[in-house]
T-cell receptor, first 116, second 115 residues
Framework: AQSVAQPEDQVNVAEGNPLTVKCTYS??????LFWYVQYPNRGLQFLLKYITGDNLVKGSYGFEAEFNKSQTSFHLKKPSALVSDSALYFC??????????????FGTGTQLKVEL | GAGVSQSPSNKVTEKGKDVELRCDPISGHTALYWYRQSLGQGLEFLIYFQGNSAPDKSGLPSDRFSAERTGGSVSTLTIQRTQQEDSAVYLC?????????????FGPGTRLTVT
């Protein structure tokens, strides 16, 4: 079985400061990891993914994420937060070992609030 | 290009009534997914379609839920005899294929309220 944990329901950060949104996962095989963002009353937007290769993945809007196999983590980061980054962030995983399509398991989401 | 569209955007229904939710995926995307997002919870997988293959229904919570995909494009999620616990946002997503490396593109969702 595959699972994802986002230990923080909410993260508060001041604009201009670096931000981190945490995600840990559990899979049987190699993980395929994704971050999505959801703005109010809108669907999820894809930010970035890790499949293989470099542990530091860069994505949209200046976001990046670091894959750490030993800690089974895939934390989302941004060097300098903007108020417009305030949204709900979801981490998702698919176990590369299993078949049956592209069924993703999502975390419960982390609300990011960036304040002036 | 056009993204995933869903209709209606909001639906209020009385307990016991049937509802149909529609999803129009991105043109050319062969895979289509339905998820449910309940307040305070993450996204819950419901059902997945890939081409002409039999759908993966493993996430449907009860036999009141069903979905079909006609002509490999538009999909309809039907909930029969709605209950208050069915109240949630229903999200549809599509992707170019079924490889686990491919990201899914989501629609804006249908907010279902059962009174």
């Amino acid at each position: 079985a595959q699972s994802v944990a986002q230990p923080e329901d909410q993260v508060n950060v001041a604009e201009g400061n670096p931000l981190t949104v945490k995600c840990t996962y559990s899979v049987s095989g190699n993980p395929y990891l994704f971050w999505y963002v959801q703005y109010p009353n809108r669907g999820l937007q894809f930010l970035l993914k890790y499949i293989t290769g470099d542990n530091l993945v860069k994505g949209s809007y200046g976001f990046e994420a670091e894959f750490n196999k030993s800690q089974t983590s895939f934390h989302l980061k941004k060097p300098s937060a903007l108020v417009s980054d305030s949204a709900l962030y979801f981490c998702a995983v698919r176990d590369g070992l299993t078949g049956g399509g592209n069924k993703l398991t999502f975390g419960t989401g982390t609300q990011l609030k960036v304040e002036l | 290009g056009a993204g995933v569209s869903q209709s209606p955007s909001n639906k209020v229904t009385e307990k016991g009534k049937d509802v149909e939710l529609r999803c129009d995926p991105i043109s050319g995307h062969t895979a289509l997914y339905w998820y449910r997002q309940s307040l305070g919870q993450g996204l819950e997988f419901l059902i997945y379609f890939q081409g002409n293959s039999a759908p993966d229904k493993s996430g449907l919570p009860s036999d009141r839920f069903s979905a079909e995909r006609t002509g490999g494009s538009v999909s309809t999620l039907t909930i029969q005899r709605t209950q208050q616990e069915d109240s949630a946002v229903y999200l549809c997503a599509s992707s170019e294929g079924t490889s686990g490396t491919i990201e899914q593109y989501f629609g804006p969702g249908t907010r279902l309220t059962v009174t």
